[in-house]
């Protein structure tokens, strides 16, 4: 995940456009975002047919279209063969 913490106006962001990039990922990935109170966030899949990008933007939205505020978020990834946990900031 980077950029940890997200700061607006990271590098890889267009315009209003604000992004965080979940890397190195494995085809056949789920990665659910939680916030700290262990609502789900949002769901995202990967599913890319170019076995060296395994890079997935996340545009910073909710599931319900609404866009997250500042805090700290927990994801889970999913992958075959395993999965991983970790955190982020987001800080507007």
Not at 3 to 26: V, W
Not at 30 to 49: E, M, N, P, R, Y
Not at 57 to 71: C, L, N, P, Q, T
Request: no cysteine; hydrophobic share 40%; charged share 15%.
């Amino acid at each position: 995940m980077v950029p940890n913490p997200y700061k607006k106006g990271a590098l890889h962001d267009t315009g209003t456009e604000h992004k965080m990039l979940f890397i190195n990922l494995p085809t056949g990935t789920k990665i659910t975002i939680f916030d700290v109170a262990g609502q789900v966030i949002d769901v995202l899949h990967f599913d890319s047919t170019n076995p060296f990008d395994g890079t997935l933007f996340w545009d910073m939205f909710s599931k319900d279209g609404i866009e997250v505020a500042s805090g700290l978020y927990i994801y889970v990834a999913e992958y075959p063969g395993g999965t991983q946990t970790g955190h982020f900031a987001i800080l507007r």
